[in-house]
């Protein structure tokens, strides 16, 4: 594996001397806080009460999979409903490697967090969807632009709160570990983290900031693989700088295909949300059959694993591109009013939906795995953090169950809050500020042109999709793994070549999530929720725990 540690490169003092500006708050201590999408956003609002906070966003402080999400959150909401329904809904579709007690904690404290949600400006739709997965209708929604009500209330939240610093276009190279600062002799444990290095994307600047905490909340890795629903920031960041640093990593063989991401030409990661087979479409074959009987009693609303691995293996066994999703049942008002985002995009590329079936097939979604967390949101690493998609809490176990994941993401970062409190306490009084060493780019030059940047990512991607998706063997994994190698050899001469840009920083950290995703799928020799391999068919008890690297 990739263990390179960063070059390293200085920056004016105007770069970092912004970033220690909280005017009337200088006595709190720092927390610093990568990714904008709910997870980061809502932890970003818990610790604002008693800490500054330094908010980076890679892209655009919008821009992240929350503001994609279509179908919802899932939460107890309905007095037919229960905790208990959810719970065992939850445990059944992470097919025995969900932790029971994070299952628990988000169940129970999820409706709190929702009414926090509303409080905070969500508005949700007075009807409840049900998706894949769920027996009950528990997904409350805003049409089917539920991620981007979402992401916009926190958004405006996030900036009327005066001691919440945010910086757009910014991105974590590496975490500053207090053991690389000591003499090599004395190298013998990683200590706290003391803060990072970040990249300004607009200036290629890479500078040294201090945190007295920092939270990983930046996200999924979706574009690891060449079909995905995840927009462009979705590149493993989190967990390949985390995994650099020494922190465990677990269980990232668990990637979940969306069953339905739009099949056209001009489309580009356009997912058809779940909740349309909620409200009874029906996927369909070339001939018009509803294949998804004959692999699940559930039909076309089995488990998301279930109805991505059935139609991918429909598709083998039929040689054809795509499948359908016939709505044709749908009044066309109604299925205007209730899904207007699903309508508008596919008449835009000429599906007259309800009347015509739209074209489907699977695309990489959302991992399961991540940094390893415990209930808390506390990482192997003393004063790091992971909330939402980048950590594994033992939620989604080895499939996730429909909108539990934007769930996730608001409960734990309640609870990465409130354990917090009394660490960051300690770091209010006055004390010696931190001095942590400058980045220095060494011998490195300017890149002069980004052609093998962008030949290797597509090289990457195409080989993850052919070599470790739906379906799995033990001969396409070791495949992967000897290429994979060989890219990382250029990879890392390129790295300690050239000076940083975010392409460059992106595409190391999407190699090493690919070595990781294909080492955990090695290690696991079973077929279990989202990981068939065809050499292991079955699911063995015994092997109902996490990967962990």
């Avoid at 309800?354 to 097939?361: E, K, R, Y």
């Avoid at 960051?424 to 002069?448: F, N, Q």
Wanted: net charge neutral.
């Amino acid at each position: 594996m990739a263990t390179a540690q960063s070059n390293q490169q200085s920056s004016p003092p105007s770069e970092t001397a912004k970033f220690a500006q909280f005017p009337g708050t200088s006595g709190r201590a720092t927390v610093l806080i990568a990714g904008s999408g709910i997870a980061g956003l809502s932890a970003a609002i818990h610790f604002s009460e008693f800490s500054n906070v330094i908010l980076l966003a890679k892209s655009a402080l919008e821009e992240g999979n929350t503001r994609y999400a279509q179908g919802g959150i899932a939460s107890v909401w309905d007095k037919d409903d229960s905790f208990a329904e959810h719970i065992e809904d939850t445990l059944t579709a992470g097919a025995g490697l969900c932790h029971n007690d994070a299952v628990e904690i988000c169940v129970k404290e999820g409706p709190a967090r929702v009414q926090e949600l509303i409080d905070w400006g969500v508005r949700f739709a007075d009807s409840l969807h049900q998706e894949g997965g769920h027996h009950k209708r528990r997904i409350l929604h805003s049409k089917d632009f539920t991620g981007l009500a979402i992401e916009d209330a926190l958004v405006k939240k996030v900036k009327s709160i005066p001691n919440i610093k945010i910086f757009e276009r910014h991105m974590v190279v590496d975490l500053i570990m207090e053991g690389k600062l000591k003499t090599h002799k004395e190298k013998t444990e990683l200590g706290e983290c003391l803060g990072a290095y970040v990249l300004n994307c607009e200036t290629n600047e890479v500078f040294s900031l201090a945190s007295d905490l920092t939270i990983f909340a930046s996200g999924g890795m979706g574009k690891v693989y060449l079909y995905t629903t995840n927009p462009d920031v979705a590149t493993g960041d989190g967990v390949a700088v985390a995994y650099r640093a020494g922190a465990r990593i677990a269980n990232l063989e668990f990637m979940q295909f969306h069953p339905t991401c739009l099949f056209h030409p001009n489309a580009k990661s356009f997912l058809i949300t779940e909740a349309l087979r909620g409200e009874g479409g029906i996927l369909r074959n070339q001939k018009g059959e509803d294949f998804m009987k004959s692999y699940h009693p559930m039909g076309s609303l089995a488990p998301r694993y279930v109805v991505s691995q059935s139609i991918d293996l429909e598709l083998k066994k039929t040689g054809d591109a795509h499948v359908w999703l016939d709505l044709r049942h749908f009044d066309e008002t109604n299925f205007r009013e209730k899904f207007p985002q699903v309508y508008q995009e596919c008449r835009k590329f000429g599906i007259l939906v309800p009347q015509q079936m739209i074209p489907v097939v699977p695309a990489a979604h959302s991992m399961c795995g991540g940094i390893l967390t415990d209930t808390f949101a506390q990482t192997s690493i003393t004063g790091l953090l992971a909330i939402g998609e980048v950590a594994c809490t033992g939620l989604h176990g080895a499939n996730r169950l429909a909108s539990n994941s934007l769930l996730e993401g608001v409960v734990f970062a309640k609870r990465a809050a409130d354990h917090a409190r009394e660490y960051l306490v300690k770091h209010t009084m006055p004390s010696t500020p931190k001095i942590l060493p400058a980045w220095d780019t060494g011998r490195a030059v300017d890149i002069e042109e980004q052609i093998d940047i962008a030949a290797t990512w597509r090289e990457i991607r195409t080989l993850m999709w052919n070599y470790v998706g739906i379906v799995r063997s033990d001969r396409r994994l070791r495949r992967a793994r000897e290429r994979l190698a060989l890219i990382r050899h250029e990879v890392n001469e390129d790295y300690w070549k050239f000076k940083l840009n975010r392409d460059l920083v992106e595409l190391r950290n999407l190699l090493i999530v690919s070595e990781l995703i294909v080492e955990c799928a090695i290690r696991r020799k079973e077929s279990r929720g989202l990981h068939l391999n065809v050499d292991y068919p079955a699911s063995l008890k015994d092997l109902a725990v996490d990967t962990v690297i």
